[in-house]
């Protein structure tokens, strides 16, 4: 996050960033002991613990709660896979999953799920949605792992069985053009060995003796198996995963359920079904990871500072120093519970500078 945009947001002041940018310049912002004058500084919030110590007018800016701004969340059947802010309380909506402690009203969701389909999901508030936006983009190939189990539900005069093409996993490796003319990416299909006890082939052979008495039901009890996959992709267009299941020959997707959402592993959260908790330190770093290079918080790395005129005015954006010139930028470890996340905050994957590779603006890292 900017220097400036910490300050108007965690200062404590009541501040907008135009007060906030003035109060940098001025040399009233100190980032680790060292002052610093430019108010496009990147400071470093990560996700509980406070790498960066900001001070302002030797106040120090900001306490460890304030900065759980990333959640993860187990989300359970039958709920919308979205944050209604206004039927909290119904039972219906991710809001009505999180504690009363951790909610916001600027708190949201990283995309979207259908309300049938379970497993992770991410939350973030609104000095994050930048992170959420750069996650979600296809471009950035931030992969998303599914996990979906096909019914045996396809009529024996087609063949029975989960109705997937032979050529399936090959088809779907070359991109799919959908039957209303949309385009998916390249994905990955893997498909498991089926579960329970198929009795297709002899319900087949038996179709073929007398078809007209052994039609299929139409919800598909008429065998218990299912057929395992998992789709792996880098989008999410509406429905995609059914549609390019049913696109294959799926077509009864019993259950639909994200393992994972790029390095983040569901199984490895310890998470209940229905659960939510802000992310760990380490979590926080896979998130960064995932970011595309320009955009991952260059928390120490800057080539660019502000600096003073001989009249005292701030020169905006003339390269005058580098870093070094600020003296070191550690974390402060009396400031830094290294007990509660077992994370450096110089353990965290660094990278350039927004400013440096033109986006500028408001950087929500």
């Known amino acids: ?90 039972g219906r909506s991710l809001a009505d999953c999180i504690p009363d402690e951790m909610w916001s009203s600027d708190l949201g969701m990283f ?48 063949g029975g069985g989960d109705g997937l093409v032979p050529d399936a996993c090959e088809r779907c490796g070359q991109g799919l053009v959908l039957a209303d003319g949309s385009v998916c990416e390249p994905a990955t299909l893997q498909v498991l060995p089926p579960t329970g006890s198929c009795v297709c082939a002899e319900r087949l052979a038996a179709f073929r003796q007398n078809p007209a008495e052994q039609e299929l039901a139409a919800d598909g009890s008429s065998c218990p198996a299912y057929t395992p996959v998992r789709v792996t992709i880098r989008e999410g267009k509406f429905h995609q995963v059914k549609r390019m299941l049913s696109h294959l020959g799926g077509h009864g997707v019993h259950r639909l359920h994200r393992e994972a959402f790029g390095s983040l592993e569901l199984e490895q959260m310890d998470l209940p079904e229905g659960c939510v908790r802000p992310m760990t330190d380490g979590e926080y770093a896979q998130v960064q990871a995932m970011l595309p290079p320009s955009r991952k918080c260059p928390e120490r790395q800057r080539s660019s500072t502000w600096g003073l005129d001989s009249t005292g005015k701030p020169l905006g954006g003339v390269k005058l120093t580098t870093i070094a010139a600020l003296g070191p930028h550690m974390c402060d470890s009396a400031h830094l519970d290294s007990a509660a996340s077992g994370t450096r905050c110089d353990q965290v994957v660094h990278g350039v500078s927004a400013v440096e590779d033109g986006m500028g603006g408001d950087t929500k890292c």
């Open 1 to 90: 996050m900017r220097l400036e945009r910490f300050v108007a947001c965690f200062g404590g002041l009541g501040v907008d960033k135009a007060s906030a940018r003035e109060l940098v310049a001025a040399g009233h912002v100190s980032v680790n002991g060292a002052v610093v004058v430019d108010p496009g500084w990147q400071v470093f919030l990560g996700n509980g613990i406070v790498c960066d110590r900001v001070q302002i007018r030797g106040q120090v800016a900001v306490t460890i709660s304030q900065t759980q701004r990333m959640f993860v969340l187990h989300k359970a059947a039958g709920v919308l896979g979205v944050i209604n802010r206004e039927s909290r309380g119904s």
């Open 111 to 158: 995309g979207r799920l259908d309300k049938e389909t379970t497993g992770l999901c991410i939350l973030g508030r609104l000095d994050a949605a930048g992170i959420g936006s750069l996650l979600l983009h296809p471009t950035h190939h931030v992969r998303k792992r599914y996990l979906a189990h096909l019914s045996h539900n396809t009529p024996l005069r087609d």
